[in-house]
């Protein structure tokens, strides 16, 4: 057996998530399916972070085991022809039999990009999250402060998170903006279900006003969730990139400018 890892992009609009599911198409199926035609042997992965249905990807890192040698070239080449056009392998490579996409890794990265304006997107609607209230990104990022570091982040887990404990450690939580978009980047030892987008509809509502932003701190000393607010949408999220050792030598892909 000789164990690769592969770099994947791609649009969740249309997709119940990454992982494979009894009912509905999902981007793990999708690619599995592809490799598995390429390696003419069934292909199993595993992924740096499972995503949402509605939520994309920039360099997602996945690993798995084949029992026949392909250069990268085919493994990358060959996959994407048989890959729907929402997908595609940016990547591949051999990696070391210890290598795990997932527990190899060091931290992982996800973006989160708003288009704040009065009127909703025609462009771009499934890429983008719309906020029409006036954000500060001011207020936001003195509120983003108060989540650094390791803390137990119950406040801001999903219900179904199935998480063993939320003690996770916030390495940075950037806000800037850029015109019209505001972009959250968010960078962590881990994540809990839906915790980068129940981070963004806190930040969200003390950028409109409605909170102070002290009241971050609250939420999360809390470890309630029923008082962090709304969930944000899936649509603007992306899993952006992961860290890992030097010695695995994976790439690093850079998120595209309109991103």
Request: aromatic residues 10%.
């Amino acid at each position: 057996m000789t164990r690769y890892a592969l770099g994947i992009e791609y649009d969740g609009s249309n997709f119940h998530g990454w992982e494979t599911q009894l009912n509905g198409c999902t981007v793990q199926a999708c690619v599995e399916a592809a490799l598995s035609r390429v390696a003419a042997h069934p292909i199993k992965t595993i992924c740096a972070g499972r995503t949402d249905a509605g939520v994309h990807a920039i360099s997602q890192v996945i690993h798995f085991d084949s029992p026949v040698a392909r250069d990268p070239t085919a493994w990358t080449l060959g996959s994407n022809t048989h890959l729907p056009p929402t997908v595609r392998v940016l990547w591949a490579q051999q990696v070391p039999e210890h290598f795990h996409a997932r527990f190899s890794a060091r931290s992982r990265h996800y973006r989160y990009v708003m288009l704040n304006r009065p009127i909703r997107p025609a462009l771009l609607s499934q890429q983008l999250s719309w906020e029409y209230r006036p954000l500060d990104v001011e207020r936001m990022g003195i509120a983003a402060a108060y989540l650094l570091g390791r803390h137990d982040f119950s406040s801001f887990r999903a219900s179904r998170c199935q998480a063993r404990h939320a003690v996770r450690t916030l390495h940075r939580l950037d806000v800037d903006r850029q015109g019209e978009y505001v972009r959250l980047d968010v960078v962590a030892n881990g994540f809990l279900h839906h915790m980068v987008r129940n981070i963004a509809g806190a930040l969200m509502t003390i950028g409109a006003g409605e909170r102070d932003p002290h009241w971050m701190q609250t939420v999360l000393d809390a470890r309630d969730r029923s008082l962090g607010g709304k969930t944000a949408s899936p649509n603007g999220l992306y899993f952006a990139g992961v860290e890992y050792p030097d010695e695995y030598a994976i790439p690093r892909v850079s998120p595209p400018q309109w991103v």
